[in-house]
C-alpha cells in the first residue's frame, strides 16, 4: 500500500507539473487540478499505510506511569527585590503670581462711585430680605444641639414621604 502512494505521488506531481508548463507547449489538454487531486490521495494512502504497518501495543497502567515526565514542585515562593529602586523625587515649584491687571474704565470717576453706590445698596437689600427669611421657622437651620436621627428613624421619615409621593 505503501508503494501504491508513492506511485500516485510521483504521477500527481507530474500531471500538476504538465498542466503548468503544457499550455506553454500547446498541449492544453492537461489540466493541474487533477494532479493535485492525486498528490493529496496518494498521502492520504500512504499515512494510512504507515499506521497499519506499525501498530503501537497497548500499554499497561505501569507502563503509563513509567513513560510520563516526572512532576515538577512549583516554586511558590516570591523573589524579594535585592534593592529597593530609588523612586523619583518631585518638587512641586508654584508658578510665578499672575500680573495685576490694569483696568481703565471709559466711565468718568464720578460715573463709577454712583455705580457702586447703587451696587451695595442692593446687596443691602438682598441680605435684609435673606435675614428675614431666615427668621421664618420655616427656612431656619436646625439646632446643633438637636440629636442626630436613628436610621430606623430615617427609615420611617423616608417611608412617609415615598407614601405621600404615591397617592
Request: hydrophobic share 35%.
Amino acid at each position: 500500500m505503501q508503494a501504491i502512494g508513492r506511485t500516485l505521488q510521483i504521477v500527481g506531481w507530474l500531471w500538476f507539473a504538465a498542466g503548468i508548463v503544457g499550455p506553454v507547449f500547446g498541449l492544453d489538454r492537461f489540466n493541474f487540478f487533477p494532479g493535485l487531486v492525486l498528490i493529496f490521495f496518494s498521502r492520504i494512502i500512504r499515512a494510512q499505510a504507515a499506521r497499519t504497518a506499525s501498530p503501537q501495543p497497548e500499554m499497561t497502567e505501569e507502563e503509563e506511569v513509567e513513560t510520563m515526565p516526572p512532576a515538577r514542585p512549583l516554586n511558590t515562593e516570591r523573589e524579594q527585590p535585592s534593592a529597593p529602586s530609588p523612586s523619583p523625587h518631585y518638587s512641586y515649584t508654584p508658578p510665578p503670581p499672575a500680573p495685576e491687571l490694569v483696568v481703565e474704565s471709559a466711565e468718568p470717576p464720578d460715573d463709577q462711585s454712583d455705580l457702586l453706590e447703587r451696587i451695595v445698596a442692593a446687596g443691602r437689600e438682598v441680605g435684609s430680605e435673606t435675614a428675614e427669611k431666615a427668621s421664618t421657622p420655616d427656612l431656619a437651620e436646625p439646632d446643633m444641639d438637636h440629636k442626630p436621627m436613628t436610621s430606623e428613624e430615617m427609615i420611617a421619615r423616608a417611608h412617609r414621604r415615598w407614601d405621600s409621593k404615591r397617592r
